[in-house]
T-cell receptor, first 122, second 114 residues
């Protein structure tokens, strides 16, 4: 089974521009999460989509947005780019969780990551 | 809020040495715990996971036990190889209203010398 794919792998933009990144999940996975990785802040959660609906969102400004299509592919968009948006953007897919368990594990499912898109803002 | 704390790095070891990377967490409820590894220029790969207290995750010689009483999930390997050189991330996930969100530690850089 093919893994999570992300396109493009590398991107260079200038301040003020906007950018769209794409993520194709593992076949059959319906949940897609996005993360930003920077040396200073580490790995931070951006948002999660399931069945074309955003279910969860991290603490990022409204310039960061996303969507999911009926085939579970997802895109994220960053408008009005700033220098601080330079980062590795990772997406991850998972099979949706079950009901909360009894002794632990609230139906969380393993996330499988793509190789990332390296965005450089000049 | 939820958080994960990993031991400060970098960690430098000789081949065949014993490895421990400490990880502790703060979270309400019953999180699932994960270790991911990142090689240079790549995304994250799942190394192992545990979903409830006293579970032991293991893979490729690495092990970690979910200790709820000490809120810890330390990563161990008995004999490291040069190929284990990478960045290791401890993470937790809770589901429910937090579904799809992994909370990561800051990462620990491991370098193994021949």
């Amino acid at each position: 089974k093919a893994g999570v794919t992300q396109t493009p792998r590398y991107l260079i933009k200038t301040r003020g521009q906007q950018v769209t990144l794409s993520c194709s999940p593992i076949s059959g996975h319906r949940s897609v999460s996005w993360y930003q990785q920077t040396p200073g802040q580490g790995l931070q959660f951006l948002f999660e989509y399931f069945s074309e609906t955003q279910r969860n969102k991290g603490n990022f400004p409204g310039r960061f947005s996303g969507r999911q299509f009926s085939n579970s592919r997802s895109e994220m968009n960053v408008s009005t780019l700033e220098l601080g948006d330079s980062a590795l953007y990772l997406c991850a897919s998972s099979w949706p969780g079950q009901a909360p368990g009894l002794a632990g594990g609230w139906g969380t499912d393993t996330q499988y990551f793509g190789p990332g898109t390296r965005l450089t803002v000049l | 809020g939820d958080s994960v704390t990993q031991m400060e790095g970098p960690v430098t070891l000789s081949e065949e040495a014993f490895l421990t990377i400490n990880c502790t967490y703060t979270a309400t409820g019953y999180p699932s715990l994960f270790w991911y590894v990142q090689y240079p220029g790549e995304g994250l790969q799942l190394l192992l996971k545990a979903t409830k207290a006293d579970d032991k995750g293991s893979n490729k010689g690495f092990e970690a036990t979910y200790r709820k009483e000490t809120t810890s999930f330390h990563l161990e390997k008995g004999s490291v190889q040069v190929s284990d050189s990478a960045v290791y991330f401890c993470a937790l996930s809770k589901g429910g209203t937090s579904y799809g969100k992994l909370t990561f530690g800051q990462g620990t850089i491991l370098t193994v010398h021949p």
